[in-house]
Structure formats: structure tokens, C-alpha cells
T-cell receptor
Framework: QKEVEQDPGPLSVPEGAIVSLNCTYSNSAFQYFMWYRQYSRKGPELLMYTYSSGNKEDGRFTAQVDKSSKYISLFIRDSQPSDSATYLCAMKGGATNKLIFGTGTLLAVQP | EPEVTQTPSHQVTQMGQEVILRCVPISNHLYFYWYRQILGQKVEFLVSFYNNEISEKSEIFDDQFSVERPDGSNFTLKIRSTKLEDSAMYFC????????????FGNGTRLTVT
């Protein structure tokens, strides 16, 4: 089983839709969970950062962590064409500080 | 907003040549990292660096790779003898402090080995 699994998409939605992006993981030591946005040929840009279980909201973005199910989500409300990018989940925990990334989900928001 | 800067944005080199990728981390950050992303694949960890020494490295980071912080601002990744499979985007990242500080990435250097 892969340490972090993420559906690569592509996911295409109309402008204004609610987008749901998800990752599952297998390592119960993970405690820190991040979502990054990556535009083509650019570096990952940090969107959301959460510790342990629960929800965190920042503007149109909401991150959810369910440690009991080893499942994390990112919701984007009122999606815009400028949200079109690859969304990467990443996590870390235990004895290491390295981030483990998902494959990324390619999102296209159609105007 | 402070950012991690990387130079050059694109580097083309011949197989067997040495290459140095440069990074300027965010100024008050103490932990530095290199990650790479082969085209179409995951972002993967190479090495972490703190207090002037390597704190962790992956199995990818073999004897051909080295890192250095030659002064108070730069952080470099050297590949001694490049191979075709080293072609990738190389991302430098930094974070301020202990576990609860997030990691910030630069825009990467695209390395092409011919």
C-alpha cells in the first residue's frame, strides 16, 4: 500500500462549483497535514496547514483531517478559473521531518 | 512576503558534468531542504539541513550529491557527475523552526541532463 494516495484526476468543474479534493494515507504516525497548490513549472505554494484531526478554514478553502479514517480533504468554495492548478497533499510525522507528497490532483475550473 | 529564491530557473548540462543549484532561503529560517520532482511524478524528499549539517537524507541522495551553506544566506545542492536520470525539477524549501512551522518552497530549477 502506498504511503499517500491521491487521485491524479484530471478534475474539471464549472466556475462557482464546490471542489472536493482528497487523500488517504497509511502511516498512523502522520500528524501534520498540508495542501499545496502548484501551477505549471512553478514550486508548490502552501495553501493550508493543519495539525492532527479537525477542520480549518481560510477564505474559500477548508481543510479537514480525519485521523481515524486516515483521510484528509480540501474543499474549495465558489471555484474560480484562477484555481486551475495541481493540488498536492503532503504530510509528516513520527521520527522524520520529511514531507511525503501525494501525486497531485489536476483541477481545471471552466469559465 | 518573503520567499525562497532559486537560481538558475533552467540548467542544461551534459552527462558526467558537475552542476550546482543555488537557493536563498527565507532570511529567518533555520531548516533547509531539497526536494525533486521528475516530470509527471511525485515531489520527493532529498535532504534536510540544520545547524550546518545534514539532519536527514533519502536513498536518492547518494555520494554524487552534496549540500552546503557557504555563507549566511545561500544554500546549494551539488551533483558531482550528472546522469540522465537526474533530469528533474529541483526545489529548495525552508522553514522557520520546530515541527509546527510550515515548509515554504522556491519555484525550482529545471535541470536537463543531455
Amino acid at each position: 500500500q502506498k504511503e499517500v494516495e491521491q487521485d491524479p484526476g484530471p478534475l474539471s468543474v464549472p466556475e462557482g462549483a464546490i471542489v472536493s479534493l482528497n487523500c488517504t494515507y497509511s502511516n498512523s504516525a502522520f500528524q501534520y497535514f498540508m495542501w499545496y497548490r502548484q501551477y505549471s513549472r512553478k514550486g508548490p505554494e502552501l495553501l493550508m496547514y493543519t495539525y492532527s484531526s479537525g477542520n480549518k478554514e481560510d477564505g474559500r478553502f477548508t481543510a479537514q483531517v480525519d485521523k481515524s479514517s486516515k483521510y484528509i480533504s480540501l474543499f474549495i468554495r465558489d471555484s474560480q478559473p484562477s484555481d486551475s492548478a495541481t493540488y498536492l497533499c503532503a504530510m509528516k510525522g513520527g521520527a522524520t521531518n520529511k514531507l511525503i507528497f501525494g501525486t497531485g490532483t489536476l483541477l481545471a475550473v471552466q469559465p | 512576503e518573503p520567499e525562497v529564491t532559486q537560481t538558475p530557473s533552467h540548467q542544461v548540462t551534459q552527462m558526467g558534468q558537475e552542476v550546482i543549484l543555488r537557493c536563498v532561503p527565507i532570511s529567518n529560517h533555520l531548516y533547509f531542504y531539497w526536494y525533486r520532482q521528475i516530470l509527471g511524478q511525485k515531489v520527493e524528499f532529498l535532504v534536510s539541513f540544520y545547524n550546518n549539517e545534514i539532519s536527514e537524507k533519502s536513498e536518492i541522495f547518494d555520494d554524487q550529491f552534496s549540500v552546503e551553506r557557504p555563507d549566511g544566506s545561500n544554500f546549494t545542492l551539488k551533483i558531482r557527475s550528472t546522469k540522465l536520470e537526474d533530469s528533474a525539477m529541483y526545489f529548495c524549501a525552508s522553514r522557520r523552526g520546530p515541527d509546527n512551522s510550515p515548509l515554504h518552497f522556491g519555484n525550482g530549477t529545471r535541470l536537463t541532463v543531455t
